[in-house]
């Protein structure tokens, strides 16, 4: 635990202008004793091509998050099968924001960087001073855009899907946020639990969307609600022109049951 601190003061001191005069190595941890709290984390998951499903491998899986930092030994890239596996330890929070960038130029394809933001689950506890405990994320699916040239025009799809918000007992949550996840596209359920999200994405097929469910607004909508994440499937409602309008893709009907913190 003392390496541990040791790593992130030694961290922090240039941040915040503190001189050398100050030792880290001097600080001694004890219950009494002033400190920073930490946390160990882990994040794995995987990064595909938002148009074709495949693996994507060479994108570096970094912090973006200005408020926070990690003490980690190397920067994360993804592997051949788009896994990717990020540790360390930073300062306790059950959020992370992770910017996924394309750092190999034209090996892998071009993909746009994109900042997506990862919950993460709490499956140690700490030792009740300093150390805050484990927390982990897994299976995080990141869909990252492909920057293709346009020649003459960039191929298209349009998605619609609507659906309603439910609490265990089957009754309506409104003001939950609905976010098609890596499309920046967000909407909110409405009194009778109901929400429409739409939009369109550069590429030739869209068979399935991945939407997130937050509850941003504490007990005013009956209670606090774990965040979700689903994978809708889509049906192909319009075949496009042929050209460039490569078709509408919808689902209707969709129900998702949200649970109480």
Not at 87 to 110: A, I, M, Q
Not at 116 to 137: C, M, N, P, Q, R
Not at 156 to 171: I, Q, T, W
Request: charged residues 25%; glycine residues 10%; hydrophobic residues 35%.
């Amino acid at each position: 635990m003392k390496d541990l601190f040791l790593k992130l003061c030694r961290a922090l001191i240039p941040l915040f202008g503190v001189t050398t005069a100050i030792s880290c190595d001097n600080v001694i941890l004890g219950p009494d004793m002033y400190g920073s709290p930490v946390m160990e984390f882990r994040m794995t998951g995987k990064v595909v091509d938002s148009m074709t499903g495949e693996p994507v491998k060479g994108i570096a899986v970094t912090n973006a998050d200005p408020e926070l930092m990690w003490e980690s030994a190397d920067t994360a890239f993804t592997s051949a099968d788009g896994s990717f596996d990020v540790r360390g330890y930073d300062f306790p929070s059950e959020k992370r924001l992770l910017k996924f960038t394309d750092v190999d130029g034209e090996e892998n394809g071009r993909y746009f960087t994109d900042d997506v933001e990862v919950s993460l689950v709490k499956t140690e506890t700490g030792d009740g001073h300093w150390f805050s405990g484990v927390y982990i994320a897994e299976d995080v699916l990141v869909r990252l855009e492909p920057d293709i040239p346009a020649e003459y025009g960039t191929p298209m799809v349009e998605f619609s899907v609507k659906g309603r918000v439910l609490n265990e007992d089957a009754s309506p949550v409104e003001n939950i946020e609905v976010t098609a996840v890596n499309l920046h596209q967000t909407v909110r359920t409405a009194a009778d639990g109901t929400f429409h999200i739409s939009g369109e994405m550069i590429g030739f097929e869209m068979t399935d969307i991945t939407l997130g469910f937050e509850d941003t607004d504490g007990e005013n909508n009956g209670g606090e609600f774990e965040d979700s994440t689903m994978v809708i499937k889509l049906v192909k409602t319009d075949s496009g022109d042929g050209i460039w309008d490569n078709g509408d893709y919808q689902a209707e009907n969709v129900e998702v049951i949200l649970k109480k913190k």
